[in-house]
């Protein structure tokens, strides 16, 4: 129920439209489609951090039977990138390659054994380069550059922005406190890895990839292979989840397409695990400062932050994490005065893109710590502090971000109650601690990455003449569900079971366009546009019926696949008649229905990145165990509580802030990427890298807060992406709480924890 409406379909958890195909092993994957005379694709990587290519050999390659061909940087030098901005990357390393795991060459073979043979007899010569690993060295060394277009040094970037009067503000302060902060990077660890296959018949490609965005992959596909976009189809097949990591256009897509069209067959490249560490693409490391000023009694009157990023590599979409990082600290909480100032740096590290929450995770970690200091240096309860400077609905940031609905004290006390934190915080045995924390996050960009008046969303939708529902949508559900909650979008707005509808996704042929799945934007913005395809076509019906029946429209309702008069019990119709109806009568029962955000740009220089036309809100609770012994923490229990505006399907969204609570649990405590001093990977496996396994996992308590957002589709707006941000710092202050130091550095190793305790290390 949604306000005072009462819906048959939408409100109820329902399982995935997918799921049994997901269960029973018959959902195809990229890497399970049957293509006939498929070749197998693989690729040579860098075992150089940094170095000059002199020359490739590959003749000892080609000439080995069973490989029908090899390709180099050669056969497509025209640079890409997924943001205007960082146009920096070939599909195959041109002159130099930047990190150990950079692409350099691609083979295709009749089997696996033939192709990694291959690899082995390509011979490259390097000239070896200096390798730059630290972001700070890389701020500073002018002699070596890892991308001649970086003006200064390494620095890909800076950012500096003011808002309000920063210093009037830190003098109107009582107190003021500094602190710094540091994130390490984290990768998405989706089970399915990378893959792509790629067909090349009669002048046309298609493409099938394990992406997130088939539309960007499109228009890369078309800009780097000189292919007129007409002649490249792109299908997302069943999709192992992407988390960020696949959405972005990424050098095995290309690597298989320019396979394809040398050999004339099919070819498949399938990432192993190490190679989709190698690649990376997550979160970024991040050094952080803040400086707060606050009243006495808690209230803030300025914060200056301040970031530096560890790029690796490339640009990917790093220029916008940077920005985010900025930009999304001036909530949920009232900040009069902000100034932020960041900036991101090349270094011989694979690179980082966007993850889950993207931009937004390591500053709040960091702010909601800085916040819980403030608080225990003024005697304030870090409940307290927070529903004091808590933003409320219809108001407008410093950095003119437009709030509409907002729900963030009722997450907070929610958590508040589960948690049962007037008992507990500061009151537990030594060891044992609550903490608390709060975000908010985007539901949808405001912008499409590159410049166009075209919609962000589009959604058509046709209706057979027996009723049977047709959902062509170019939106990619990637495992979060979003094919299912167009079905029950459609359902419930025709008035027909959900049976009836299915749902044809995410191929540019037959499909229109939708942007892709970031920036939590799937449920809104092609919701938006499912929303008002399915409204056109009902509206139409009922004029048809209405005119037939000589009755009032407006006396009219479709309701569980019929026709109904209002008040009445007995059907006048089915729905499928009523589609018999239409057609007999010249109606279209088709309807084409679109979504573009309203102009929300702040009025200055880069206001347009972090403008969205909703924001979801949260909270979340943590209790901890640590054992002063070993340094191990125990997560008991995380309680969250979301801003979702209204749960479309309440079962999906509990999966999603499970799942979100679940990443940055790991994240808090245990993901760790480590280099060797020549840039490789320390640990690209499952087996060194540690992500939480079932084992390891807290008890999860989910509320679903419903604030009904003007705006969205039904008063939807987003969960899955905030549901993460306050999961870490809830930890760290929770674990503060039991043994009384503070940590400032994650994740939150178990030598991490013994070295304060032995230590009673309390950051500066």
């Given at each position: 129920m949604a306000g005072d409406n009462v819906y048959h379909c939408i409100g109820r958890g329902r399982p995935r439209t997918d799921s049994l195909a997901k269960v029973t092993g018959a959902a195809q994957f990229t890497a399970d489609i049957p293509v006939h005379r498929c070749l197998v694709g693989k690729i040579l990587r860098s075992p150089h951090a940094h170095a000059r290519i002199l020359s490739i050999d590959t003749q000892r390659a080609k000439a080995l039977p069973g490989v029908k061909a090899v390709v180099t940087g050669v056969d497509a030098p025209v640079k890409y990138g997924i943001l205007p901005v960082s146009q920096d990357e070939y599909p195959l390393a041109v002159e130099k390659v930047r990190f150990v795991g950079d692409e350099v060459a691609a083979v295709a073979a009749v089997d696996e054994a033939t192709a990694l043979r291959a690899l082995e007899l390509i011979e490259v010569t390097y000239e070896v380069l200096p390798v730059i690993l630290d972001p700070h060295e890389a701020l500073v060394r002018e002699d070596v550059k890892i991308h001649e277009r970086a003006v200064e040094a390494n620095i890909e970037r800076r950012v500096h922005l003011v808002f309000g009067d920063l210093e009037q503000a830190f003098a109107e302060a009582d107190y003021i406190r500094e602190d710094r902060f540091f994130k390490e990077a984290a990768s998405h660890a989706f089970l399915e890895p990378h893959s792509a296959l790629a067909q090349y018949q009669d002048g046309k490609l298609t493409l099938w990839s394990s992406t997130q965005v088939p539309h960007y992959v499109h228009r890369s596909l078309s800009s780097v292979l000189r292919i007129p976009m007409e002649k490249i189809r792109v299908i997302k097949p069943a999709l192992g989840g992407g988390f960020g990591g696949k959405g972005e256009p990424l050098p095995l897509e290309f690597a298989a397409s320019l396979l394809a069209m040398k050999t004339g067959r099919p070819v498949r490249v399938i990432h192993s695990r190490e190679e989709v560490f190698l690649t990376h693409r997550g979160r970024h490391p991040m050094e952080m400062t803040l400086k707060t000023g606050v009243k006495q009694d808690g209230t803030i009157t300025a914060v200056q932050f301040s970031s530096l990023l560890?790029?690796?590599?490339?640009?990917?979409?790093?220029?916008?994490?940077?920005?985010?990082?900025?930009?999304?600290?001036?909530?949920?909480?009232?900040?009069?005065?902000?100034?932020?100032?960041?900036?991101?740096?090349?270094?011989?590290?694979?690179?980082?893109?966007?993850?889950?929450?993207?931009?937004?995770?390591?500053?709040?970690?960091?702010?909601?710590?800085?916040?819980?200091?403030?608080?225990?240096?003024?005697?304030?309860?870090?409940?307290?502090?927070?529903?004091?400077?808590?933003i409320e609905a219809d108001t407008v940031t410093v950095n003119e971000l437009r709030i509409t609905s907002c729900a963030f004290k009722t997450c907070l006390d929610r958590v508040a109650e589960t948690v049962d934190w007037k008992n507990k915080h500061g009151k537990l045995p030594y060891g044992k601690g609550v903490g608390l924390a709060g975000g908010f996050y985007v539901t949808g960009a405001a912008y499409p990455i590159y410049a166009n008046p075209m919609p962000h969303s589009q959604v058509q939708i046709r209706v057979d003449r027996n009723g049977g529902v047709t959902v062509f949508s170019g939106a990619s559900d990637i495992g979060q569900g979003s094919d299912t909650?167009?079905?029950?979008?459609?359902?419930?707005?025709?008035?027909?079971?959900?049976?009836?509808?299915?749902?044809?996704?995410?191929?540019?042929?037959?499909?229109?366009?939708?942007?892709?799945?970031?920036?939590?934007?799937?449920?809104?913005?092609?919701?938006?546009?499912?929303?008002?395809?399915?409204?056109?076509?009902?509206?139409?019906?009922?004029?048809?019926?209405?005119?037939?029946?000589?009755?009032?429209?407006?006396?009219?309702?479709?309701?569980?696949?019929?026709?109904?008069?209002?008040?009445?019990?007995?059907?006048?119709?089915?729905?499928?008649?009523?589609?018999?109806?239409?057609?007999?009568?010249?109606?279209?029962?088709?309807?084409?229905?679109?979504?573009?955000?309203?102009?929300?740009?702040?009025?200055?220089?880069?206001?347009?990145?972090?403008?969205?036309?909703?924001?979801?809100?949260?909270?979340?609770?943590?209790?901890?165990?640590?054992?002063?012994?070993?340094?191990?923490?125990?997560v008991v229990k995380i309680h969250c509580a979301h801003d979702l505006g209204f749960a479309l399907n309440p079962l999906a969204a509990s999966g999603q802030a499970e799942g979100a609570v679940v990443m940055g649990f790991g994240e808090a405590v245990l993901e760790h990427h480590g280099f060797s001093p020549g840039g490789r990977h320390n640990g690209p496996t499952f087996l060194d890298y540690k992500i939480p396994t079932c084992l390891d996992v807290p008890d999860v308590d989910v509320t679903l807060v419903e604030s009904i957002d003007p705006a969205g589709p039904y008063g939807a707006k987003e969960i899955g992406e905030g549901s993460l941000h306050p999961s870490l710092p809830a930890i760290v202050n929770a674990l503060y709480d039991a043994v009384g130091c503070w940590f400032h550095d994650l994740p939150l190793t178990a030598e991490r924890v013994l070295a304060a305790l032995d230590h009673k290390e309390t950051p500066s």
């Open positions: 560890d790029g690796g590599a490339y640009g990917s979409y790093g220029v916008v994490t940077m920005i985010y990082s900025g930009q999304l600290l001036t909530a949920p909480y009232r900040v009069p005065a902000y100034a932020f100032d960041s900036v991101r740096v090349f270094t011989n590290k694979p690179p980082c893109g966007a993850q889950r929450g993207h931009g937004g995770v390591q500053p709040r970690f960091a702010f909601e710590v800085h916040l819980d200091r403030i608080a225990a240096d003024l005697g304030i309860d870090p409940l307290e502090i927070r529903r004091r400077n808590a909650l167009l079905v029950m979008i459609t359902a419930e707005t025709l008035g027909i079971p959900e049976t009836s509808v299915r749902v044809v996704s995410a191929d540019t042929e037959i499909t229109p366009v939708d942007l892709g799945s970031y920036s939590s934007r799937v449920t809104f913005m092609a919701g938006n546009a499912c929303h008002q395809a399915a409204l056109e076509i009902r509206d139409r019906l009922l004029a048809v019926c209405a005119k037939e029946l000589e009755r009032n429209q407006k006396d009219l309702r479709f309701r569980e696949g019929h026709l109904f008069a209002k008040e009445a019990r007995e059907p006048l119709m089915t729905f499928a008649e009523a589609s018999v109806l239409g057609e007999a009568s010249g109606v279209a029962l088709c309807a084409l229905g679109s979504y573009r955000p309203p102009e929300l740009a702040g009025s200055y220089k880069l206001g347009g990145v972090g403008p969205s036309p909703a924001y979801s809100f949260g909270a979340q609770a943590a209790e901890v165990e640590v054992d002063t012994e070993t340094g191990e923490i125990r």
